[in-house]
């Protein structure tokens, strides 16, 4: 398992592979914590009683 500090500096790599621009540890470390906080948002389960909602606005 990679510790916090070797996913950041792969994510500082990749980035800067990707964009053509440097980041620095901190905004680095920042830009991998809004992606994870995103993807528990976007990720999270969907219970049943969304999907009756859900489905009950589409019947509007």
């Known amino acids: 398992m ?3 500090k070797e996913l ?3 994510f500082m ?3 800067e592979h990707e964009f053509h ?4 540890y901190e905004q680095a470390y920042a830009e991998c914590m ?3 906080i995103l993807g528990k948002i976007l ?9 009756k909602a859900l ?3 589409d019947e509007s």
């Open 8 to 10: 950041v500096n792969e």
């Open 13 to 15: 790599m990749l980035y």
């Open 55 to 57: 489905e009950k606005s």
């Open 34 to 36: 809004d992606m994870f």
């Open 2 to 4: 990679q510790t916090r």
């Open 21 to 24: 621009e440097k980041l620095s």
């Open 43 to 51: 990720f999270r389960p969907v219970s049943k009683a969304d999907v």
